[in-house]
């Protein structure tokens, strides 16, 4: 049976991680300016099998409205054009033969409200996650407690700790959304 601590240390691991794949998520999400996150999860056809764009492209952007994305092996630049199109990003690219632009045109006002709208909903899923690493650690206390594994002290203020780490875990997921519909609603 896990400890005390070995118990709240492994909720703060899953608190980070739940909190890191948020912040993965949002990277995906677009603004209005150019970013270059938001290549990430593009995977090109490319020798046979499904990669990531990075990993067959250098992709930077010279300017706040334009990605460019030079491949490494010009006979990649079709598979990556055409999985930029097929991408839900909305993205026309310009492939010149030995680069692609990808202009970045202003967003709507109710395109923006729709990507903040987006961005809520990846950190309500990132809040229950988080009460569910939170119910999982009270339930292993509650199980030590049933076992007599430590006193009733000890693991009430574990289960603060728990609740502590948690109230933490929520109130960084709510500053990373709005630094992200700041982002979203900038003009």
């Known amino acids: 049976m896990a400890t005390i601590n ?22 995906s999400v677009r603004t209005g300016r150019a970013a270059v ?24 952007t010279p300017d706040a409205q334009t990605v460019v994305i030079e491949p490494w ?4 630049i079709s598979a990556i054009e055409r999985a930029i199109q097929s991408s839900d990003l909305g993205l026309s690219p310009n492939n010149d033969g030995r680069l692609i632009r990808v202009p970045f045109p202003p967003l709507t006002e109710e395109r923006r409200r ?26 292993k206390l509650d199980r030590m407690k049933t076992d007599k594994e430590a006193g009733e002290d000890e693991l009430y203020h574990a289960e603060q700790d ?5 109230d933490k875990a929520i109130e960084e997921i709510a500053a990373a959304l ?8 900038e003009v």
């Open 6 to 27: 070995e118990i709240k240390a492994s909720a703060s691991e899953h608190f980070a991680k739940t909190q890191a794949a948020l912040l993965n998520e949002f990277a």
């Open 37 to 60: 996150g938001l290549f990430d999860k593009i995977t090109v056809e490319a020798y046979g099998s499904q990669m990531p764009l990075n990993q067959v492209a250098s992709v930077k």
């Open 73 to 76: 092996d010009k006979g990649t």
């Open 114 to 139: 729709e990507l903040a709208k987006l961005c809520k909903n990846y950190a309500e899923e990132a809040r229950v996650a988080i009460r569910n690493i939170r119910r999982d650690a009270n339930q």
């Open 162 to 166: 728990v609740q502590k780490l948690t």
């Open 178 to 185: 709005d630094k992200k519909e700041k982002e979203i609603m």
